[in-house]
């Protein structure tokens, strides 16, 4: 009884670390990973690297995003950054 007692704080601290800090961050990348899946030439986006363009083109990896009239960059669809892609559409649309 004794040594239950003595795992039961550890257990308790391996729950408050899965839901405060595993459970959203798992939830975080899994609404990147839909972000991205539905995006669409033609969308506005940011990446994380801080580079404001169009999508032009869409492969299985990869986007060509024009930031310039006529300059067009190839970027991984990881370098999206969801938050500020998402940021930036809605003051358009307002």
Excluded: C, W
């Excluded at 363009?53 to 299985?60: A, E, L, R, T």
């Amino acid at each position: 009884m004794d040594q239950i007692q003595n795992f039961i704080p550890m257990l308790l601290i391996i729950v408050v670390f899965y839901f405060f800090m595993i459970r959203p961050q798992m939830k975080k990348a899994k609404d990147h990973k839909k972000y991205v899946e539905e995006l669409k030439k033609g969308d506005k986006v940011i990446t994380t690297s801080g580079i404001h363009g169009k999508i032009v083109d869409v492969n299985d990896t990869t986007f060509v995003v024009d930031v310039d009239s006529g300059t067009k960059i190839r970027f991984e669809k990881s370098s999206i950054s969801l938050e500020a892609s998402k940021a930036l559409n809605t003051s358009i649309v307002k």
